[in-house]
């Protein structure tokens, strides 16, 4: 069969964005891409601020086979009855937003394989009704807070037995984080699957072992993490969406 094709979003054009963070995001979905041609899947980027883009991914026009979302701004506190005020929220981007919650419940209403990075993570508990942390504090390790525009920090995961992400990576994981927002409130359906020593939550995945969404706070698309950490994760994520494909396929030839 053709290679799954594989929606990768992140807001590219989001006006808030200043051009280093743009840039370092541009890498980032690249390295994230690559991963995905490397598992056999084709790699479909799509900028989720791009306005001319609303509806695309939900309806006609795009194929796709499963969905990745990336990493960006802070998603709007509007969104989960947070505090939109609070001084540490930063590069929101609704129409972004917008975009790619919808992709997500899409995506899982049709049963398509949904995999989040950072943002990603924050988008998928958020679209499904949980809410975050609007900001960590500077006491945190999970972001450089003397140069932003810097490396990012590395420390400690432990990953909950028995789940999708434990089978993957093992007990514990060195991940490389960037991040000042977190999951507060964890979605109906969905369960941790991985917390920092601090206690904040590093990974959600479904509770029913039947839909594959699995979603990481860290960046393992960042070239300070390990490699084989990257292909672990979206090689298992590219083939639950090959299966899907397989599965839908004869549907698709009858309406032909």
Known sequence: MTAPRIAITWPGSAPAYAEWFRAELDGLTRSAAAAVERAGGTAVVLDAADPRLAGALLGEGIEWDGLLVMGGGDVDPVLYDGDPAHPAVSDVDPTADAFEASAVVRALDTGRPVLGICRGLQIINVALGGS?????????????????????????????????????????????????????????????????????????????????????????????????????????????????????????????
């Open 132 to 256: 975050l942390h609007e900001d960590l504090g500077s006491e945190t390790r999970h972001r450089n807070h003397g140069d932003p525009a810097g490396p990012m920090v590395l420390h400690e995961v432990a990953l909950e037995p028995g789940t999708r992400l434990a089978g993957l990576l093992g007990e514990t994981a060195s991940v490389v984080s960037g991040h000042h927002q977190a999951a507060r409130r964890v979605a109906p359906g969905l369960r941790v699957s991985a917390t920092a020593p601090d206690g904040v939550i590093e990974a959600l995945e479904a509770v029913d072992p039947d839909v594959w969404l699995l979603a990481v706070q860290w960046h393992p698309e960042d070239p300070q993490s390990e490699p084989s950490q990257l292909d672990a994760i979206v090689g298992a994520f590219v083939a639950a969406c090959r299966d899907w494909a397989v599965v839908q396929a004869p549907a698709q030839e009858g309406a032909r």
